[in-house]
């Protein structure tokens, strides 16, 4: 897949999938923009890859407004929007305060609305654009222990089907990879100690139905595809990259 020409902008594009996301349009000719709050990865990601930085928070909207605007002044377009920033809270209902739900809903819930709305402006215009956002399992499924992650991630499927909805005749697609268990920072994150290899291989051997966690890798594969144009006939998709998880 050839992206030469494409500019891609891609959240969370640190660490994890939106980092593998970034280094895989990079490495296929994209000029890739990398928005994150995390300046020290961004700056690492960037430097390996020649991506443009812009360090900011996805759940304030001047901030997507401004940096949107500013790369279609500088680059001339948007092509690509892959919305990867995301943050986990491992907490049922009852453990869940005021500020915790709140803070999830603002990155997964608002900071993709406001990315995709923002893009859209300049979409709307060119009469083209790609839109993939990153969903997950527990936005088909529910799980316990993960109240206000399972809800915000529902809502980003959600959001990328009324989208794709609203944007089919302007030539805009949008879609979402919903992907199972990934090796990432998140996997180990709000947990009150790291999970070791063996504890990880333990949650895969019981949950998994290949018995393995996914590269980050495996997952940009399935956004790349998405991206471009031999996923032409797809909008309004939810993709599973879940090795058969939500198969049962
Ligand atoms: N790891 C998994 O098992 C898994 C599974 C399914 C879905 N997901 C989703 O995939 C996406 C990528 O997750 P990952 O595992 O690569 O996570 P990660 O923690 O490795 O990376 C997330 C990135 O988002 C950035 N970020 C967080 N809050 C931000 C904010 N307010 N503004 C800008 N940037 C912000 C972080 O700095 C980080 O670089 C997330 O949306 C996550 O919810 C993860």
């Not at 990601?45 to 443009?52: F, K, L, M």
């Not at 402006?121 to 654009?129: D, E, L, P, Q, Y």
């Not at 290949?210 to 956004?223: D, F, G, M, N, Q």
Request: net charge negative.
């Amino acid at each position: 897949m050839s992206f030469t020409g494409k500019v891609a902008v891609v959240t969370g594009g640190s660490s994890g999938m939106g980092a593998a996301t970034v280094r895989a349009l990079a490495s296929a000719g994209a000029q890739v923009n990398l928005i994150d709050i995390d300046r020290k990865g961004a700056e690492g990601i960037a430097q390996e890859t020649g991506s443009e930085v812009f360090i900011g928070d996805v759940s304030n909207s001047e901030f997507c407004d401004q940096t949107l605007n500013s790369i279609v002044d500088a680059q001339g377009q948007i092509d690509i929007l892959v919305n990867a920033a995301g943050i986990i809270l491992r907490a049922d209902a009852l453990e869940t305060n005021d500020d915790n739900w709140r803070r999830i809903m603002a990155v997964n819930v608002d900071g993709v609305f406001f990315m995709c709305r923002s893009v859209l402006r300049h979409m709307v215009n060119a009469k083209s654009g790609v839109i993939v956002n990153f969903g997950s399992i527990w936005g088909n499924v529910a799980g316990a222990g993960v109240t206000a992650y399972c809800v915000s991630k529902g809502a980003v499927h959600q959001l990328t089907k009324a989208l794709a909805l609203e944007h089919a005749e302007n030539g805009i697609r949008v879609n979402a990879v919903a992907p199972g268990e990934v090796n990432t920072p998140m996997i180990k994150s709000g947990r009150d100690k790291p999970p070791t290899v063996d504890e990880l291989q333990d949650l895969a051997n019981r949950t998994i139905p290949i018995k393995r966690l996914a590269e980050p890798e495996e997952i940009a594969e399935v956004v790349l595809f998405l991206a471009s144009e031999r996923s032409s006939y797809m909008t309004g998709s939810i993709i599973p990259v879940d090795a058969g998880y939500t198969a049962r």
